[in-house]
């Protein structure tokens, strides 16, 4: 059971924009930036979003990252087969760790 | 562009102690930053083990504590981690990883190691 609450899986077509909610508490989201990652098939994470809503240099202005509260939400947006993969969202949590979602499985029809 | 990789045993047996070392290349330890430890069982989600800086105390997931070391060797860039008492739970893609601050994201990740628990 993770910490942060993500949707298993989530579906849309190429060019269709797709969101991804990453749900926490005051503990963590409430208090702490939100970053996302994304793991491509038998590869390692790599980072998508920081400090909420920032992208590092090389990830296209299609990803985009919010947060509201308690809840983090990565966007994406003109979706391609090479967005497929899993994508987790993570925050510093008051207990002094670090906590993840589950993951969410992205799959482009 | 910094560069982690990762080295060690692929099989440990039960109850035996998983070590593993982080070569960090591009990057001097010395110069700053957390490193770290994530691990992914097969088909699952990431878990952060524990991060430390390079002169200062490390913290660790209160799950793994009791069980986890994680130290800086300035001298060989590198630092390690050793996981004792080890089980079929910790059968996992192990990974280390660079964060500014331990509270800040993973802006750096190795390639992940395959280590298997069993005898």
């Known amino acids: 059971q993770s910490v942060l609450t993500q949707p298993p899986s989530v579906s849309a077509a190429p060019g269709q924009k797709v969101t991804i909610s990453c749900s926490g508490s005051?503990?963590?989201?409430?208090?702490?930036?939100v970053s996302w990652y994304q793991q491509l098939p038998g590869t390692a994470p790599k980072l998508l979003i920081y400090d909420n809503n920032k992208r590092p240099s090389g990830i296209p202005d299609r990803f985009s990252g919010s947060k509201s509260g308690t809840s983090g939400t990565l966007g994406i947006a003109g979706l391609q087969t090479g967005d497929e993969a899993d994508y987790y969202c993570g925050t510093w949590d008051s207990s002094l760790s670090w906590v993840f979602g589950g993951g969410t499985k992205l799959t482009v029809l | 562009q910094v560069q982690l990789q990762e080295s060690g045993p692929g099989l440990v047996k039960p109850s035996e102690t998983l070590s593993l070392t982080c070569a960090v290349s591009d990057y001097s330890i010395r110069s700053g930053c957390y490193w770290g430890w994530v691990r992914q069982p097969p088909g699952k989600g990431l878990e952060w083990i524990g991060s430390?800086?390079?002169?200062?105390?490390?913290y660790y997931n209160p799950s793994l504590k009791s069980r986890v070391t994680i130290l800086v060797d300035t001298s060989k860039n590198q630092f390690s981690l050793r996981l004792s008492s080890v089980t079929a739970a910790d059968m996992a893609i192990y990974y280390c990883?660079?964060?500014?601050?331990?509270?800040?994201?993973?802006?750096?990740w190795g390639q992940g190691t395959l280590v298997t628990v069993s005898s």
């Open positions: 430390i800086y390079h002169s200062g105390s490390p």
């Open positions: 990883v660079r964060h500014l601050n331990v509270w800040f994201y993973f802006d750096y």
């Open positions: 005051s503990s963590n989201i409430g208090n702490n930036y």
